[in-house]
């Protein structure tokens, strides 16, 4: 088994960064990604990593995944916020090394772990 436990959620204002962390436990090589649930939304991913990464259209420059294999974090830098950035961040991952054509950000039973979910809420 797999725990994931975000932090650094929070509010901010249009243009303003946040940067969200997941630490896994234990430490594992995965397939990890965030996705988002915005409000009246669906959960859909936003950007993922094994060997490379790739995101969605909407935050692509904007955002960038990251990880300390070493200490078993994630993260997700997020620069330049917009109101529709808010909703629920959510860390996730695959019971396996890679993550797969960018589909799979659309695919949320292809990861068998997730956090709790963490609130982002971007003011304009």
């Known amino acids: 088994q797999v725990e994931l436990a975000e932090s650094g959620g929070g509010s901010v204002q249009a243009g303003g960064s946040l940067k969200l962390s997941c630490k896994v436990s234990p430490n594992s090589r995965l397939c990890m990604a965030w996705f988002r649930q915005s409000p009246g939304e669906e959960r859909k991913g936003v950007a993922m990593?094994?060997?490379?990464?790739k995101y969605t259209d909407s935050v692509r420059g904007r955002f960038t995944i990251s990880k300390d294999s070493g200490e078993g974090i994630l993260y997700l830098q997020m620069n330049n916020l917009k109101p529709e950035d808010t909703g629920t961040y959510t860390c996730a991952a695959r019971e396996y090394i890679y993550c797969g054509g960018p589909e799979v950000l659309s695919l949320t039973n292809y990861f068998a772990y997730w956090g709790q979910g963490i609130e982002v809420t971007v003011s304009s």
């Open positions: 990593i094994d060997t490379t990464e």
